[in-house]
C-alpha cells in the first residue's frame, strides 16, 4: 500500500523559504510520478509542481514557476519542493500525490494515492 508523509510546513513571513518533503514507501514500480498540489478552505485543489519517475523531467503550475522547485531522492524516495519568495497567496495545505503515468501532469484525477497534507502560511 502507497504511504506519503509530508513535512516541512510552517509559518513563513511574505519572500522568505521553505522546503517540503514527501517521503514515499509501498509503491511496486521505481517510476512512480510525484507531484505536490496545494488547497485553500472553500477552492479547488491546484497543480504546483511534478516530476517525472522515469526521466525527471518537470512541469510547474503558472504561478510558481521560477519561485518553486520539485527534486527527487531516489536512494531515499523523498520529492523535496524548495520555495522561495513566499507570497501570502501561497498559503494552502500542500498535499504530495504519487501515480503511474507516460507524461507528468498536474492533473488531480490522474492521482489516486494522496499524504495527509501540511500547512504553509506565509504571513507577517
Known amino acids: 500500500q502507497v504511504q506519503l508523509v509530508e513535512s516541512g510546513g510552517g509559518l513563513v513571513q511574505p519572500g522568505g523559504s521553505l522546503t517540503l518533503s514527501c517521503a514515499a514507501s509501498?509503491?511496486?514500480?521505481?517510476?512512480?510520478?510525484i507531484a505536490w498540489f496545494r488547497q485553500i478552505p472553500g477552492k479547488e485543489r491546484e497543480g504546483v509542481a511534478v516530476?517525472?519517475?522515469?526521466?525527471?523531467?518537470?512541469y510547474y503550475g503558472d504561478s510558481v514557476k521560477g519561485r518553486f522547485t520539485i527534486s527527487k531522492d531516489n536512494a531515499e524516495n523523498i520529492v523535496n519542493l524548495q520555495m522561495n519568495d513566499l507570497k501570502p497567496d501561497d498559503t494552502a495545505v500542500y498535499y504530495c500525490?504519487?501515480?503511474?503515468?507516460?507524461?507528468?501532469?498536474?492533473?488531480?484525477?490522474?492521482?489516486?494515492?494522496w499524504g495527509q497534507g501540511t500547512q504553509v502560511t506565509v504571513s507577517s
Open positions: 500525490a504519487l501515480d503511474y503515468m507516460a507524461y507528468p501532469s498536474l492533473l488531480e484525477p490522474l492521482y489516486d494515492n
Open positions: 509501498g509503491f511496486t514500480s521505481k517510476s512512480p510520478t
Open positions: 516530476i517525472s519517475g522515469t526521466d525527471g523531467s518537470t
